[in-house]
């Protein structure tokens, strides 16, 4: 039951990472120099105490952990009950469980399968030729209005919002926070997350397809830089051919 | 044989024929005619073990005791549902008018890895007093009997430790779960002492011995509600929730009780 703990809290966790994110990705309806501030806001975290990136870099690693811890308890409950359970040659009926509940052990799975192709694809740049580093607006526009990566993007998120339905339910089990008073919100609450997450994070891959998501290939961060580039070019030009 | 009365009954019934613990087993197939829809799922059985014993055939071997609804020792998996299509209630206490003449019917023995196939229904639930023994029990010493009203206790407490002792402790949580978890049954034992003030001097050594034996025979919950559905007394989940609370202030408490935190 420690392990279900750990399980729940690292779930908490992912839930609020879950939500920080899709709410953040929401600057992509600002515009693409917008997004690509958002981003080095993130990066500017904390600069006033501690130099740039290192507070991102924490969050980062408290995130790969409570992946990490969620992954293994995961990993060992399920074997757990593999190595208790027998199944039923006859034939099972379900009454309470469902589907959610029951393919928590295929959403979770395909869910950290995407969270490493989501990294590759928009953090390191990979499977993606016009990556360009610092323009999230535009990276995501480049991967996204291919239509097969649509798709696993939207395949992704709805087994993640089916994970997070049992998921932001099960986890008040587990810890215990059970009141007849607050009981029946614990189910709505569930429901409500799963599906704020849903229509959020299912409507950068479709509004990208829709073409309302667009930067036509120009990227507006890279002619930022070209023109400062420009500028200081002509500038040190302007130096050099100084008498 | 009897003269058909009103409402009787044939059924096809496809139960678990196993020779032993160590037996691969195999469904095999009775046609049960003339059966009383007013007889218990049991009753129906002991119809059929006659039949065959007259037949010279082997009865099936299944358990039961009180027939009230009491006792746990009844237990069957019927149509793939813990005790039957018949919610809040025990094997024994289902009537054959839940079922439709010619209905085919399922019967199987409890499964869990823990729980092995003694013959055909019976199966050895040892492992659950394997958790009783680890804490379900108070054995502060209570001295002569007290005053009525020495101790209050209030009505809300009273009445769920009376929910959660309404266990009779028949594994039909552990059968009905996908995990083969026994944290229904566990919860309740843990609980219906933890909520009195008699189960409180032992109510953190109680509960981490309980749940940590239950971890060492079952599977992990996953908080799918089975167990709920198939329980013969109803017992709630709610409970389940309680005991992790518990679980983890004994892990805080019982070194702190030592003297160690």
Redesign the interface.
């Known amino acids: 039951?420690?392990?279900?703990?750990v399980m729940a809290l690292t779930g908490l966790t992912l839930l609020g990472f879950v939500l920080v994110h899709m709410l953040g990705n929401l600057h992509l309806y600002d515009g693409p120099w917008e997004t690509h501030e958002y981003a080095e806001t993130l990066r500017d975290l904390g600069t006033e105490v501690i130099p740039r990136t290192w507070a991102l870099w924490a969050l980062r690693f408290g995130l790969i952990a409570a992946f990490a811890l969620h992954i293994h308890s995961a990993y060992s409950?399920?074997r757990?009950?593999?190595?208790?359970?027998?199944?039923?040659?006859?034939?099972?009926?379900?009454?309470?469980?469902n589907y959610a509940?029951?393919t928590?052990r295929w959403t979770g799975p395909l869910v950290g399968l995407f969270v490493v192709y989501h990294l590759a694809d928009l953090t390191w740049g990979h499977f993606n030729p016009d990556y360009i580093r610092g323009d999230p607006y535009h990276n995501v526009v480049a991967s996204l209005s291919n239509l097969p990566v649509a798709i696993w993007y939207i395949v992704a998120n709805v087994a993640l919002a089916v994970h997070i339905y049992?998921g932001a339910?099960?986890m008040?089990?587990?810890?215990?926070?059970?009141s007849?008073r607050w009981?029946p919100l614990r189910r709505r609450f569930a429901q409500a997350f799963a599906a704020v997450i849903l229509v959020g994070n299912l409507s950068f891959p479709i509004l990208v397809q829709a073409g309302v998501i667009d930067d036509g290939g120009r990227s507006v961060v890279r002619e930022h830089q070209e023109q400062l580039d420009g500028a200081v070019g002509e500038a040190l030009g302007t130096l050099g051919s100084a008498p | 044989m009897s003269t058909t009365n009103n409402g009787a009954l044939s059924v096809h019934l496809r139960v678990w024929r196993q020779d032993g613990p160590g037996d691969a087993g195999r469904f095999e197939t009775y046609d049960v005619g003339d059966i009383s829809s007013d007889a218990s799922f049991l009753e129906m059985l002991d119809v059929l073990n006659e039949r065959l014993t007259l037949e010279g055939r082997e009865p099936i071997t299944f358990e039961s005791d009180c027939r009230e609804g009491i006792c746990g020792t009844c237990g069957l998996m019927i149509n793939g549902r813990a005790h039957g299509p018949q919610k809040g209630t025990a094997t024994c206490q289902l009537h054959m008018r839940e079922f439709s003449d010619g209905d085919v019917i399922t019967v199987e023995p409890w499964r869990a890895g823990s729980f092995e196939v003694i013959r055909d229904l019976a199966v050895d639930r040892t492992d659950l007093d394997r958790i009783i023994a680890a804490g379900g029990y108070i054995s502060v010493n209570t001295g002569a009997a007290p005053d009525a009203n020495l101790v209050p206790v209030p009505k809300e407490a009273s009445e769920s430790a009376f929910d959660a002792a309404a266990c009779i402790g028949c594994g039909a949580c552990v059968a009905a779960c996908p995990n083969s978890a026994a944290q229904l049954f566990t919860a309740a034992k843990v609980q219906h002492l933890n909520l009195l003030p008699q189960g409180q001097p032992e109510r953190w050594a109680r509960t981490e011995a309980m749940v940590e034996t239950m971890e060492q025979f079952f599977g992990s919950c996953t908080n799918h509600g089975e167990c709920e559905e198939a329980c013969p007394k109803e017992i709630s989940i709610d409970f389940i929730a309680w005991t992790n609370r518990d679980y983890v202030r004994a892990k805080l408490k019982n070194r702190k009780l030592a003297g160690q935190v």
Do not use: C, V
């Open positions: 039951m420690g392990k279900k703990w409950l399920t757990m009950s593999r190595s208790a359970d027998r199944r039923y040659p006859g034939g099972r009926d379900y009454i309470a469980a509940s029951r928590m049992h339910w099960s008040f089990q587990s810890l215990g926070i059970n007849p009981n």
